[in-house]
C-alpha cells in the first residue's frame, strides 16, 4: 500500500480559534440578555425603578429580532466548534444552545397571558342569566343608550378586556 | 387614538400596577393612568370613559336593560369573589412612609382641576354624603345604598355651589340639597322638589389601593375632616 499523501498524514489542527468561542459565547449572552433581563426587571413582587423599567421595556420591544439572529450565528457557530470541542466544550454548546433557543422563542411568546387569560371573544348576557349574588361589585359602562356590566371577579382575573359598545371600542381593565 | 381603534394585552407589570401593549403599534401604556410610556405611541394617554363600580344589585336596578360580560367556562374556576382579603395581604414593593394611611389601605381618589385628593375609604363610608373642595371645585362623594357602590358628583345645582345631607328619617336612600330641599337618588338626579329632572354632573373617580394612587400621583392631598 502506498503511504498516504503527506496532508493526510499530518495531525489536524485539532482546536479551533478561541476567538469563535468568544463569538459563541457573546452570541449567547446576547440571546440571553435580551430575554432574560427584562423578565427579571418586569417581575411580578418585584420593584421596578423607573430607568430599569425603561430599559426593559426596550429590550423586549427589540428582542424578537436580535435573539433569532443570535440563535442562528450561536447554532452556525457550534457546527464549526462541535467536532473538535472536549467533553465540557460540547456540554458549554449543548447548554448554551437550550437557553439560546428558550430565549429566542420567549421573546416572541407573552407569558404573562398564560398567568392570566385574555377573553378573545366575550359573549354577554341578560341579568337574568347571570348566577351573580346581588352583593358581588361590577364595572358599569354606559354609552349612549347602552349599559354594560363586567364583573369584578372576572376581571380581576382576565384584568384586560377589549370590548366594542355602541361602535366605540373601549379597553375594560382592572 | 388618533381615530384608530386599538387593541391591548397584558404585557408587564410596573410596581404592581401593570403594564398592557397593543397590537397596533407594540407601545406599552401605563393601567392607572392610560399612558403611553414607551414605544411609537409614547405620550399619547387614552380618554378616560367613566365608569361606575357598583354593586350588581345595585346596578340591576339603575339599569335593568343592561348586559352583564358572560362568565368564560374554562376560567370559572379561577373567578374567586373573596379575592380581595387575599390581595390584601400580599407584599407591597413600594411604600409612602411618613403619610397616615397604610400602603393597603383602600381610597377613592380623584384629580379635578390638576388637582389630586385620596379619601380613605373608611373615612369616608362613615361620613358619606362628603362634600369637599379640591382647588375650589365642590365635591359630593356619596356611599350607596348598598352601602358598596360608591360615586362622585360636582356639587353644583345650576352652577351654584350645593349641600347635601342623607334624609334620615327615610326609609328609602334618600339625598336632599341645602338649597332647594330636593330630593335626589343615588345616580345624582333630582326626583322630587323644584330641581325635579336636573342631574348633577358626574367627577370620574378611582377605588384603589393608597400605595398604587400615592405613586402615580405623588402631590396627592388626603382628605381630613
Known amino acids: 500500500m502506498p503511504a498516504p499523501p503527506p496532508y493526510f498524514s499530518q495531525p489536524l489542527d485539532r482546536r479551533s480559534s478561541p476567538w469563535l468561542w468568544v463569538a459563541f459565547l457573546l452570541c449567547a449572552i446576547t440571546a440571553a440578555a435580551f430575554f432574560f433581563v427584562p423578565a427579571f426587571i418586569i417581575r411580578p413582587f418585584g420593584h421596578q425603578a423607573p430607568r430599569a423599567l425603561l430599559a426593559a421595556m426596550a429590550f423586549r420591544q427589540r428582542a424578537p429580532m436580535p435573539t433569532l439572529v443570535a440563535a442562528v450565528a450561536c447554532f452556525l457557530l457550534t457546527l464549526v466548534l462541535w467536532r473538535t470541542a472536549s467533553r465540557w466544550g460540547k456540554t458549554l454548546l449543548g447548554f448554551a444552545l437550550i437557553i439560546v433557543t428558550f430565549s429566542a422563542v420567549m421573546a416572541r411568546l407573552n407569558y404573562f397571558e398564560w398567568m392570566f387569560h385574555p377573553i378573545p371573544d366575550a359573549q354577554f348576557m341578560a341579568q337574568s342569566e347571570s348566577k351573580l349574588d346581588a352583593k358581588e361589585m361590577i364595572m358599569a359602562v354606559r354609552i349612549g343608550d347602552n349599559d354594560r356590566a363586567y364583573p369584578i371577579s372576572e376581571m380581576a382575573y382576565h384584568h384586560v378586556l377589549n370590548d366594542v359598545i355602541d361602535g366605540v371600542p373601549i379597553a375594560v381593565t382592572y | ?225
Open chain 2, 1 to 225: 387614538m388618533n381615530g384608530r381603534a386599538l387593541h391591548f394585552y397584558l404585557a408587564g407589570i410596573n410596581n404592581q400596577n401593570f403594564l398592557m401593549r397593543d397590537k397596533e403599534t407594540g407601545s406599552w401604556w401605563q393601567q392607572i393612568t392610560g399612558k403611553a410610556i414607551y414605544g411609537p405611541l409614547q405620550g399619547a394617554v387614552l380618554k378616560l370613559v367613566l365608569s361606575d363600580e357598583l354593586t350588581f344589585g345595585q346596578w340591576r336596578t339603575e339599569s335593568p336593560s343592561g348586559e352583564l360580560l358572560a362568565p368564560v367556562a374554562k376560567y370559572t374556576k379561577e373567578y374567586e369573589s373573596d379575592w380581595e382579603p387575599k390581595v390584601a395581604k400580599m407584599p407591597v414593593v413600594i411604600s409612602f412612609p411618613g403619610t397616615e394611611l397604610k400602603s393597603r389601605d383602600i381610597v377613592i381618589g380623584l384629580t379635578i382641576d390638576g388637582g389630586d385628593r385620596a379619601y380613605p375609604w373608611e373615612a369616608f363610608a362613615k361620613q358619606s354624603p362628603v362634600v369637599d373642595r379640591v382647588n375650589g371645585t365642590p365635591l359630593l362623594l356619596v356611599l350607596g345604598p348598598d352601602g358598596k357602590s360608591f360615586r362622585v358628583f360636582l356639587s353644583r345645582i345650576d352652577g351654584h355651589d350645593a349641600e347635601f345631607f342623607l334624609q334620615a328619617d327615610a326609609k328609602d336612600w334618600i339625598l336632599v340639597d341645602a338649597t332647594t330641599a330636593s330630593q335626589w337618588n343615588f345616580q345624582g338626579c333630582a326626583t322630587s322638589g323644584p330641581a325635579q329632572g336636573k342631574c348633577l354632573a358626574r367627577i370620574p373617580a378611582l377605588k384603589d389601593y393608597w400605595f398604587d394612587w400615592r405613586n402615580y400621583h405623588p402631590d396627592t392631598t388626603i382628605y381630613k375632616h
